[in-house]
């Protein structure tokens, strides 16, 4: 009901502010009418008609040319609510004033227009940058219980790939190629690695068989692991070189320090009457003078920490992909979004993926990435 309603109010709300003073005629109000709803409840009628599940299957350019229209819309009731708010302010501070409506630099056709233009064309660049490679960021985490056989290990974080209609083959080879290029000891990746059914990305998956790393390539469940049929796509990731830890760990031994590699599930894990993620489980039985780390698609939660873990990696939150709009995205994972935060003792570092879902591709303000990181003492 949510997904309806609150589109629903946004598209009246700028039919009323927006399309409805416009000095056009009757019958190309009732065409751009007709288009807002559409735009408006584009998520719902994506999946009702394209989908399986939050999935989307259409051809590359229909889902950049939806996704550009929704941010277009997005954006321009932000920008829309922004200015009645100043105006409103402007108003109840000086009372007086008598602006003319017809007028003036800021008409109100003028201003709707301004308005459109600041919504649309940010929105078409942000689609534009989705098919673009992933930056690599390089950092440092440093870990106080890392042993000096340790020091100087690579870790190339991948996040959220979304292998999917729009993300197809060609593009997951152009990320390999450019994690294998890095020389890491070890890839991870931390969940929704897919967008669709085995059958349908059989071939966009190939390239993952071509990660190269010393100590091997891992990862863990992302919700859209489990909207794409979950077991289907356990027993296919082994075919494609990828370890996946779902509750359980790894033990990696370097120079006689060992190196404690555990994954857990997704909490969405629960709608599908599947294991829930527990980080008790997928620790127990490691040795505990190992360094620990964690692979966890959602970054909210302190069970990891509490587990003492040394080192958290997760994504799921695309780093809000649109700076500003980013916050909401923030409320919804406990105030964590991309980069890095400290809890306690443990180090959490949030991906801002490297992909994106195919329902809302448009990145602004907020590149892809794919994380290098190297650990140190300390």
Known sequence: MFFLLLPGLICLYLFLRL???????PRWKLALGSLLPLICLQQFLLRLFFGNGPTIEMPA????????????MLLLFCLTLGTDILLLARRLLRPKAKPSPTSGPLSPGRRQALLALLAIAPAAYGASKVMHS????????????????LDGLTLAQISDLHASSLLQEKWI???????NALKPDLILLTGDIV????????TDVLP?????????????????????HFDSWMKRF???????????HATLSLDGEKLVLAGVTDLVADRYKLPLPNVSAALAGSPEEGVRILLKHRPAGQEARLAGVDLQLSGHTHGGQILLLDQVVARFNQGYLRGWYQMGDMGLYVSSGAGLWSGMPVRLGVPSEIALLTLRRG
């Not at 399309?19 to 005629?25: I, K, M, S, T, V």
Request: aromatic share 8%; hydrophobic share 45%; with cysteine.
């Open 173 to 179: 080879r152009l990320v390999v190629e450019k994690t």
């Open 238 to 248: 082994p075919d494609l070189g990828v370890d996946m830890l779902l509750n359980r």
């Open 195 to 202: 967008d669709g059914l085995p059958e349908a990305r059989r």
């Open 19 to 25: 399309l409805l003073p416009l000095p056009l005629r």
């Open 208 to 228: 993952l068989r071509e990660l190269r790393a010393g100590l091997g390539v891992f990862g863990c469940a992302g919700n859209h692991e489990y909207y794409s």
């Open 61 to 72: 350019f229909a889902v950049l040319l939806s996704g550009w229209s929704f941010a277009s």
């Open 134 to 149: 992933p930056e690599v960021f390089r950092l440092e985490a440093r870990l106080p219980r890392l042993p000096r056989a």
